[in-house]
């Protein structure tokens, strides 16, 4: 009797056990305790990560993941949420998925049981960009809803779906914005966070899509989307606050057409069913088909993975603190011509948090909506992507990547690019011939035909940006970033496309592994690395924290028959030199060399730890990425504070290096004392002029500058150097910002806008390139990120180890002329070839690079400087071309030696 009693209170407490663990979810308001969307307030990362937390303690509907740590130790997290039966079976969803993005052997019967038996994976994410807040509280009221909402719609939603959620997809920023946020109020300090929101890569963070240079990006590809194969991606976003109030899609051209049609279609169903939904609800000032177009990798990992990509774009407030038309509260804010892609203009003179959180919750829940509702098309369209990529018949047929590489290790991060992106490598067992060429056993084929061939093409191909014009002849239509992204015209690696299927032994990769390598046994005088391969920086790097004596050969030499370049490593037979070189060969499969005698040729003595400032400056994303570029490669660095400037630099730094985007304003103005709290941002504060004629001194006291990008222009400045530039200076990409155009007659601009207003969909962006085209009337050139070839003076050492052509990534850049000069020596390391510039991407008014020089090294008084024009660095993606701006770092600082002197390099293997 008992027992039974028992058991029926156990019968009826598991039965009241989701009622009663209903009843303990608190919604966002109890759990943050305020409204979420509430002027000045926001819900900070780790408590919505608790969060998500307490909605998986106390529901059946969301399952929590801890996927791991972000660059600065934060939780990079996922909540899982479907209904209880599909979280119970999420295994074998993700199984289902996986097969259809992968249907070889699969028969159409059996692909359409899986189809009817699977559940599209909806992945949402927010705040890549930290300081488009009001997503990531929007995500919040999403999960809470999916959570507990019962009504027939969300009912739908967890039956047919599964949504993964990540709140931040870059945590850190959160952190970084928020605290700042809440420090500083009630201060007169700056309310917006000053510097990178991602210690690194700031606003970058969402151009690493290919590279997969950070955790986040590693983390969202490897744990989301290469583990889950979600059907669709929806990445959060906000914009500026002049204009539509929303972006959805579908996008402007261009497109790359490596994206299946199914998903050029997918992506406008899905942005046109969130529209329909924020016009039905009377949320006002929704656009589509403006701004943003889909044209780079760099943006879209799940477009070349069988998915559309939603981006949604929500106007913007200041931070958390409303929005008010600076022209007057009664004024509505944005674009007021209602047009076809923008149907309902926005009528109010005010814009607040509350309503980005609101046009938040409605896009989302209407994407996941929609994939629920068409739950079989969704997986059927999945599965039809990825067939119609392993049944490939075009052209190419395949990539070949021929054994036989200049560097090893850029080689090997190539193939681990396509590796982490799920690309099928295959290596030849035996030797072939392909497009009527010969490979040796051990190249690799990349095959098209595969579930990622569209990932694949695109990174291995040549890019043809269409010529877009505002009018025929007219300005240029910027794109929204790049136009190229040949994988192996950035890593300098050599690979060919070839045309037509071939017969090859071909076996298929695990695991990239680096190239066998081989340490000589100690040789009497010195170890040899060639120039070629970024590993000899790996080595150079942790032979100076050994204090072993490193020197570079200036010319080139045969030893042990073989051909040394210019620039080869000339390395102490140390003990600590052995053990470095096997683990950097071991780790890139650069080949090491002995010798036992001296080559008979002059050298340079590399300064034993060779000190290095990085100007960063706060805020410059070019100085981000090359701190992170630095720190791979463990460079002795640091970032130069104003604070250093109180001292001798000289005493502190061998080279500083100003990294592109860095300005004389950023070094002589700064961040403002008065607005940035001295504690934390002093180092970011300005030096003056005091501080400016320092820097030119310690530079023609002995010390090294190197500047790339638009920072060879504060170079210029900085030291007077004999450069001019050879680009008119109209050329910046993006919005048309000053794209210049040669006018065929003169027109009054009045009556050009008035046709221009009559012809186009974006009046506010075709006004602005308008008044650019009336204020620089004579010339066009524009390249906004394109590859373009460049001679290399390889005897030079800061050309050391390049072949003698190769492209140089080139964004928005400027190419310089030498002009007389008696004080300064000038040199040119670069310059563009007289034709057959372009090499992949976008480049109008190409006469004007024909001859004009790209890096110059110059003597000035007793230092040295090294100007780079175009970004060799750009985003650390070329690989092919750091190595100029890393010989630059070190060929100042190093001393000349003659061959005499070199001899005493045996000597110094002793210690
Ligand atoms: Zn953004």
Redesign the pocket.
């Known amino acids: 009797m008992r027992s039974v009693r028992s058991a029926l209170i156990l019968v009826l407490l598991l039965a009241l056990a989701p009622a009663i663990a209903a009843a303990q979810t608190q919604t966002p308001e109890q759990f943050f305790g305020f409204k979420l969307g509430t002027d000045g307030e926001l819900a900070k990362y780790p408590k919505v990560v608790e969060y998500l937390q307490h909605l998986a303690k106390t529901t059946d509907r969301v399952k929590f993941e801890m996927l791991g740590k972000t660059t600065m130790n934060n939780d990079y997290v996922l909540a899982i949420i479907s209904s209880p039966q599909n979280l119970a079976k999420l295994d074998r969803l993700t199984e289902i998925n996986r097969r259809l993005a992968d249907p070889r052997g699969l028969s159409e019967q059996e692909a359409q049981a899986l189809i009817a038996e699977g559940r599209p994976f909806y992945f949402l994410y927010a705040t890549?960009?930290s300081t488009?807040v009001g997503n990531g509280q929007a995500i919040n009221i999403v999960a809470h809803r999916l959570a507990t909402d019962n009504s027939p719609a969300v009912r739908e939603i967890l039956d047919n779906s599964v949504v993964l959620l990540t709140p931040s997809q870059n945590p850190d920023g959160q952190v970084l914005v928020l605290d700042h946020w809440y420090k500083t109020k009630g201060t007169s300090y700056n309310r917006v966070y000053p510097d990178l929101y991602h210690k690194y890569v700031g606003h970058d963070d969402?151009r690493d899509w290919f590279m997969f240079t950070q955790v986040e990006t590693r983390l969202n590809v490897e744990k989301v989307q290469n583990r889950f194969k979600p059907v669709i991606t929806h990445d959060m976003?906000?914009q500026g606050t002049m204009n539509s109030r929303i972006f959805v899609p579908p996008f402007e051209d261009p497109f790359d057409e490596n994206m299946h049609p199914i998903l050029r279609i997918g992506q406008a169903t899905v942005g046109q069913a969130m529209a329909q939904a924020l016009i039905a609800e009377g949320k006002e000032g929704v656009a589509w088909k403006e701004g943003y177009d889909m044209w780079t990798p760099a943006r879209q990992y799940m477009v070349y993975h069988g998915q559309p990509r939603i981006l949604t774009e929500i106007a913007s407030v200041n931070l958390a603190d409303p929005f008010v038309n600076p022209a007057g509260k009664d004024k509505p804010l944005g674009p007021q011509e209602p047009r076809w892609n923008f149907p309902m203009p926005y009528s109010k003179g005010e814009w607040k948090l509350a309503q980005i959180v609101d046009y938040g919750v409605t896009v989302a829940m209407a994407g996941i909506q929609h994939v629920a509702k068409y739950r079989a098309t969704w997986l059927e369209n999945f599965y039809k992507v990825h067939r119609d990529w392993v049944n490939w018949k075009g052209t190419p047929y395949a990539f070949v990547v021929p054994a036989a590489q200049r560097d090893p290790m850029a080689t090997k991060e190539m193939l681990e690019i396509l590796e982490f992106g799920d690309v099928e490598l295959h290596r030849a067992t035996a030797p072939f011939s392909a497009g009527g060429k010969q490979y040796p056993a051990g190249s690799v084929v990349v095959k098209v035909a595969q579930p990622y061939g569209a990932f694949a093409k695109t990174m291995l191909e040549v890019q043809h940006y269409p010529d877009l014009r505002l009018f025929p002849g007219g300005p240029p239509e910027p794109p929204y970033d790049v136009t190229a992204h040949t994988l192996w015209m950035l890593m300098g690696v050599d690979v060919d496309q070839i045309e037509q299927p071939f017969d090859a032994q071909l076996e298929l990769m695990k695991q990239v592994t680096p190239a066998a390598s081989t340490l000589p046994s100690k040789p009497k005088y010195a170890y040899l690395v060639g120039p070629e391969s970024n590993a000899g920086f790996k080595a150079l790097a942790e032979l100076q924290k050994a204090n072993v004596p490193v020197y570079r050969a200036a010319k080139g030499f045969e030893a042990n028959g073989k051909s040394f370049a210019p620039g080869t490593w000339m390395i102490a037979p140390a003990p600590a030199a052995a053990k470095i070189l096997e683990t950097v060969a071991k780790e890139t499969g650069v080949q090491v060399h002995g010798i036992d005698r001296a080559p008979g040729v002059d050298g340079y003595r590399v300064k034993p730890g060779t000190r290095i400032g990085l100007y960063r400056g706060a805020n410059v994303m070019p100085g981000g990425w090359m701190m992170w570029l630095f720190e791979q490669y463990g460079f002795n660095f640091q970032v130069v504070s104003a604070e250093d400037f109180k001292g001798d630099l000289a005493a502190k730094y061998d080279t500083i290096v100003f990294p592109s985007g860095l300005l004389r304003q950023n070094i002589v103005r700064g961040l403002d004392p008065a607005r940035n709290d001295p504690k934390e941002w002093a180092w970011a504060f300005g030096v003056g002029e005091e501080g400016w004629k320092k820097l030119g001194d310690f530079v023609r006291n002995g010390g090294t500058l190197v500047a790339v990008g638009s920072s060879v222009d504060t170079a210029r400045q900085l030291l007077d150097l004999p450069i001019e530039k050879a680009l008119p200076e109209a050329q910046r990409r993006r919005f048309g910002a000053a794209a210049a155009a040669e006018p065929k007659e003169q027109v009054p601009a009045s009556e050009v806008e008035r046709q221009l207003k009559d012809a186009f969909s974006s009046p506010a962006r075709l006004m602005q390139t308008l008044r650019d085209r009336v204020a620089e009337p004579e010339s066009l050139f524009y390249c906004p990120g394109s590859l373009l070839q460049n001679e290399f003076d390889t005897a030079h050492p800061v050309a050391f180890g390049m072949p003698e052509a190769w492209p140089v990534f080139f964004e928005s850049d400027q190419a310089y002329r030498i002009r007389p000069g008696f004080d300064i020596d000038a040199h040119v390391v670069s310059r563009y070839p007289r034709e057959k510039i372009l090499r992949s991407g976008w480049l109008l008014g190409e006469e004007y690079l024909r001859d004009q020089a790209n890096i110059v090294a110059f003597r000035v008084g007793k230092g040295t400087a090294v100007t780079l024009g175009s970004q060799v660095d750009y985003r650390t993606q070329p690989r092919g071309t750091i190595k100029l701006l890393f010989n630059a770092l070190f060929y100042g600082p190093s001393t000349e030696v003659s061959a005499a002197q070199m001899q005493r390099l045996g000597a110094s293997g002793t210690n």
Do not use: M, R, S, Y
């Open positions: 890549i960009h488009e969402n976003h906000q």
